[in-house]
């Protein structure tokens, strides 16, 4: 038999251990990793329990008639123990929908979450959507470097590392993120696309304080000052690059093709894939191929994230699969 219950801050502590132990969570699961922005977003999380036994988390929020997972992360979806199997998760998803539909929410929108981040197999979405006639409304591409794989670095990519070296560029790893965040990233987003960080400095840093093991902050020099940089999330498996950002010198110096360089080859060689992320524009529908370009110039290739929308009323479609 199982169980719902919506999330209340006094579940907390079980909430974090469990995604600690999950097969498909991440720290971004964590609930000071979600309720940073909770004035934005109306959670409506959930926990699902099977003979009193904490099986499954699904994080969430509400937003007029419809539910999200998670308009405030990358990904979402129903994050299950190691042990569960297709009947019990296709059972949790079920009731998901069907507690949903009960208080009136018609659509349910899930950011599948890429299963390079799962410890094991974890494609029970894509069947569920399938048989519950789910729509893939968005579809994004993430570029992804198979760390345990022979990378092959392209001619530009590695003479970029070339000047890097020439220019004596510095590397160097801090927990303060404020210069970069101040002196490349906020301006160089906001010259050339008008758009501001999706995080602020303060909550970024906030972040920073709380998973400091997770939220990695690396910089490049020049002369001592600060060229490029980036902002890493760094999961059991994924190195996943969360912002980048360099002066207009980057083609000159060599900066941002020597940080990665030094990344990939040097210092995360223990992972097994360094995410890049999206490249779409538009909800998916277009790509910016010279960002394509300079990532698959590192040995990136594609994998594809489905967004899903279901209808809640079709939660009956998921009973009686099993022969």
């Not at 939220?215 to 690059?241: C, L, M, P, S, W």
């Not at 980057?250 to 097994?272: M, P, V, W």
Request: with cysteine.
């Amino acid at each position: 038999m199982f169980l719902i219950e919506k999330y209340h801050l006094n579940h907390k502590s079980i909430w974090d251990s469990f995604i600690d132990v999950s097969k498909n969570g991440t720290f971004l699961f964590k609930r000071d990793f979600m309720d940073y922005h909770s004035d934005r977003f109306e959670d409506h999380s959930l926990l699902i329990y099977k003979n009193s036994e904490l099986v499954a988390l699904f994080p969430a929020n509400i937003e007029s008639e419809n539910i999200y997972s998670h308009q405030g992360l990358t990904y979402g979806g129903l994050i299950v123990n190691q042990d569960i199997k297709l009947n019990d998760f296709i059972s949790c998803f079920g009731k998901i929908l069907k507690y949903f539909h009960n208080k009136f929410f018609k659509n349910l929108f899930i950011k599948e979450i890429p299963p390079i981040y799962n410890s094991n197999f974890s494609d029970e979405l894509g069947y569920i959507s399938f048989i519950t006639n789910s729509k893939i409304y968005r579809k994004d591409i993430i570029s992804v470097i198979d760390l345990n794989s022979k990378i092959k670095i392209s001619n530009d990519r590695f003479q970029g590392y070339k000047r890097g070296l020439k220019n004596n560029l510095k590397i160097k790893e801090t927990i303060d993120l404020k210069e970069f965040w101040n002196n490349i990233l906020i301006p160089t987003l906001s010259k050339k696309h008008s758009v501001s960080p999706v995080h602020s400095i303060n909550e970024i840093q906030k972040l920073k304080n709380i998973f400091e093991d997770n939220i990695r902050q690396f910089n490049i020099y020049h002369n001592d000052e600060i060229v490029a940089g980036t902002t890493i999330f760094q999961t059991k498996n994924v190195i996943h690059i969360q912002y980048i950002g360099s002066d207009t010198n980057k083609n000159k110096l060599g900066s941002l093709d020597f940080l990665f360089y030094k990344l990939i080859n040097e210092l995360f060689t223990d992972y097994k894939f360094f995410d890049f992320g999206t490249s779409n524009e538009n909800n998916g529908r277009k790509i910016n191929s010279g960002l394509l370009y300079w990532k698959e110039g590192f040995g990136a290739r594609t994998l594809t994230q489905n967004f899903y929308k279901f209808d809640t009323s079709n939660y009956n479609d998921l009973n009686n699969l099993m022969l």
